[in-house]
């Protein structure tokens, strides 16, 4: 079935500093990746969609200079945080369709925390 | 933006008992999708539906496609420990690529 990896699982950085996320479809070509933010005891919230190839298309509140978001392969995308606050802090997670699913397959989600 | 609603938020129930949970919409969707979610990790997908009235089951676990295409509940027989976690429903409206999620229902179950 469809893997989707995601790493690191986990990250602590000081506040300021940028942090890459990364997307990886391990046995499909993900053509439209989807980045979330959950909050503890919360749904999960898109911040954006990549298409590869394509600019992200990021949701109303989204600060697209801030989660800088990059698909440039039919296998990866890679999510920036760029100058984290700690209010940055949360769990982001991903998740990637391909041209023969129509299934959204999920990464194991990263923990976030800036300090 | 566009919300799907989910309930309930949360259960207790003892092991071995049913449970059922769905999820209601304004809107139409053409896919429904109940994922579970363990902490610290991402969602896994339990049961996809695609057709307005489907009814599919994985296991103990049973969902249907309400025939209005606005709804969708999610059975869980003979609940288990490992059933623990959080249930989220799915929807996708056609044209959308993005899937809209429900709030949640929160699992806890008493050996």
């Known amino acids: 079935g469809a893997v989707v990896s995601q790493h690191p699982s986990w990250v602590i950085c000081k506040s300021g500093t940028s942090v890459k996320i990364e997307c990886r479809s391990l046995?499909?070509?993900?053509?439209?990746m989807f980045w979330y933010r959950q909050f503890p005891k919360q749904s999960l919230m898109l911040m954006a969609t990549s298409n590869e190839g394509s600019k992200a298309t990021y949701e109303q509140g989204v600060e697209k200079d801030k989660f800088l978001i990059n698909h440039a392969s039919l296998t990866l995308s890679t999510l920036t945080v760029t100058s984290a606050h700690p209010e940055d802090s949360s769990f982001y997670i991903c998740?990637?369709?391909?041209?023969?699913?129509?299934?959204?397959?999920f990464g194991s989600g990263t923990r976030l925390t800036v300090v | 933006g566009q919300q799907l609603n989910q309930s309930p938020q949360s259960m207790f129930i003892q092991e071995g008992e049913d449970v059922s949970m769905n999820c209601t919409s304004s809107?139409?969707?053409?896919?429904w999708l109940w994922y579970k979610q363990d902490p610290g990790e991402g969602p896994v997908l339990l049961i996809a539906?695609?057709?307005?009235?489907e009814l599919t089951s994985n296991g103990r676990l049973t969902a249907q496609f309400g025939i209005t295409r606005k709804d969708s509940f999610l059975n869980i027989s003979a609940s288990i420990p490992s059933d623990v976690g959080i249930y989220f429903c799915a929807g996708h409206i056609q044209g959308a690529q993005k899937l809209v999620f429900g709030q949640g229902t929160r699992l806890t179950i008493n050996p």
């Open positions: 998740s990637a369709t391909g041209t023969r699913s129509h299934g959204y397959t």
């Open positions: 809107s139409i969707f053409n896919t």
């Open positions: 046995d499909f070509q993900a053509t439209t």
């Open positions: 539906l695609y057709k307005a009235g």
